[in-house]
């Protein structure tokens, strides 16, 4: 599977952005999809994960209210809605596709580019 991740930019706090995650390669509607994120000097952290059929979805605690995930498999997408942007949100966000756990990182197989998000308070 192959990941394109988009829809970074910069935001002023309070504003929205959606990122986008487009998939290629083999069956994604057989994967699970995750976003993640990652600061400098910090681990890469679980933000928000779906699983492969749909109905099954975790969220970080710290943006559960604020983002969305949604994933469209005839599309090949895995969407993050992220509204009520805040500083501390501002990291360089990583989509993915697995088979096994939804919130750990090691689970997944494949991952995107990385786009990045930036919070200007």
Request: glycine share 14%; net charge positive.
């Amino acid at each position: 599977v192959q990941l394109q991740a988009s829809g970074g930019g910069l935001v002023q706090a309070g504003g929205s952005l959606r990122l986008s995650c487009a998939a290629s390669g083999r069956t994604f509607s057989r994967y699970n999809g995750g976003w993640f994120r990652q600061t400098p000097g910090k681990e890469r952290e679980f933000v928000a994960g779906i699983g492969w059929s749909g109905p099954i979805i975790f969220y970080a605690d710290s943006v559960k209210g604020r983002f969305t995930i949604s994933r469209d498999n005839a599309k090949n997408t895995v969407d993050l809605q992220m509204n009520s942007l805040k500083s501390e949100d501002t990291a360089v966000y990583y989509c993915a596709a697995g088979r096994a756990d939804i919130i750990k990182p090691s689970a997944y197989d494949f991952w995107g580019q990385g786009t990045l998000v930036t919070v200007s308070s």
